[in-house]
Every structure is written in structure tokens, then in C-alpha cells.
């Protein structure tokens, strides 16, 4: 026997102390789970601010990188048409015609019977449909 350690009980440990014993542990785990819950979900958070902030600045400056091209390309224009001002006012009309068509393009795409789930519309009147068959006949 070593020293310092008491001697078993006679007929071993009793159901109450395993019991609490097992509640003890499984509370401590449940706590450390939960702690170690907060600090994932905190890790987690901050990886989708700082995300979130690079796409917002990597937007800002794609932007500015496009105005920038836009306006060389303008310039560009200018040497071939002779008139900066006619350049610009070709470039902003194809821009416009472009924005227009993706405006068009995106309302039809957005509209409600696109989105309408017509496959399971029609799976739903055939199953009734069938259905309604059985029970009647």
C-alpha cells in the first residue's frame, strides 16, 4: 500500500459517490466545452471582421482602379476622335448601355415567377393528382 493513500472501502466505492463523482466530471467537461465554444466562436468572429474588411477595401479599391482605367481610356479615346469631350460622352454612352442591359437582365433574373419553384409546383399537383386517384378508386 503506499503511503499516504487510505485503504479502499470494504465493498469497493458506492453507487451514490460513483454517481456523484460522474456528475461532477460531466459537469466539468460540459464547462470546459462551453469555454472552449467562446473562445472558437471569438477566433472565428475575428476572422470573418478582418474578411469581411479586406473584401470591403479590396471593393473600394477596385473602384477606384476602374474610374482610373475608365478615365485613361477616355484619354486614349481623345487621341484617336480628336475631342476629349466626345470621348467621354462615347464612353459614358456605352457604360450606360451596359448598366442598362445588366439592370434589364438582372429585373427578369429577380422577377417572381423566375424564383418561383415551378418544378415542385408541379410535383405537388401530381402527387395530389395521384393520390386523389387511390383514394377514390
Known amino acids: 500500500m503506499a503511503q499516504g493513500s487510505a485503504p479502499p472501502p470494504p465493498n469497493g466505492p458506492s453507487i ?3 454517481l456523484g463523482e460522474a456528475l461532477r466530471e460531466t459537469n466539468d ?3 470546459k466545452e462551453i469555454a472552449l465554444f467562446r473562445a472558437e466562436m471569438a477566433s472565428n468572429l475575428r ?3 478582418i474578411g469581411l474588411a479586406c473584401m470591403a477595401a479590396s471593393a473600394v479599391f477596385a473602384v477606384v482602379a476602374l474610374i482610373v482605367l475608365i478615365g485613361a481610356f477616355v484619354k486614349w479615346l481623345a487621341t484617336i476622335v480628336g475631342s476629349e469631350w466626345l470621348s467621354a460622352l462615347i464612353v459614358g454612352g456605352v457604360l450606360l448601355v451596359v448598366a442598362v442591359g445588366l439592370a434589364l437582365w438582372a429585373r427578369s433574373a429577380l422577377s417572381l415567377s423566375t424564383l418561383a ?3 415542385t ?3 405537388v399537383r401530381q402527387d395530389a393528382r395521384a393520390l386523389s386517384e387511390r383514394v377514390s378508386g
Request: hydrophobic share 35%; net charge positive.
Open 16 to 18: 451514490q459517490g460513483l
Open 47 to 49: 476572422s470573418l471582421i
Open 117 to 119: 419553384p415551378t418544378r
Open 29 to 31: 467537461l460540459a464547462r
Open 121 to 123: 409546383t408541379r410535383q
